[in-house]
């Protein structure tokens, strides 16, 4: 199970920290990502990482300006997002992954196993 938190309302420039809780049989797990999807839109891709750590995957949009992270047990992955813009708005969603496929097939949303409830990120003045 996947319980997202941390979404909010953020002026433009601003920043944000959304997290990620896993719980069940964590150890199972191998990728966690994170996508999003604004209204009107498709989802996207937005970042993931190994839970094990290592590599970590970032969509153009958002690279150097979001930074995926976990924390040391391994069961909540982070993304903190700086430099916020209004197009940055829509709910995130994290997912998890219980192949460990190449870095390259992470911003499949068709390679993840789970999914958590969404947390709604606005960014507007």
């Known amino acids: 199970q996947l319980q997202a938190s941390g979404g909010g309302l953020v002026q433009p420039g601003g920043s944000l920290r959304i997290s990620c809780a896993a719980s069940?049989?964590?150890?199972?797990?191998?990728?966690m990502g994170w996508f999003r999807q604004a209204p009107g839109k498709e989802r996207e891709f937005v970042a993931a990482t190994r839970r094990s750590g290592g590599t970590t995957s970032y969509a153009g949009s958002v690279k150097g300006r979001f930074t995926m992270s976990r924390d040391n047990a391994r069961t909540t992955v982070h993304l903190q997002m700086n430099y916020l813009k209004p197009e940055d708005t829509a709910v995130y969603y994290c997912?998890?992954?219980?192949?460990?496929?190449?870095?390259?097939?992470?911003?499949?949303?068709?390679?993840?196993?789970?999914w958590g409830q969404g947390t709604l990120v606005t960014v507007s003045s």
């Open positions: 997912a998890a992954a219980l192949l460990c496929r190449p870095s390259g097939m992470w911003s499949g949303g068709e390679m993840y196993d789970y």
């Open positions: 069940g049989r964590t150890s199972d797990v191998c990728v």
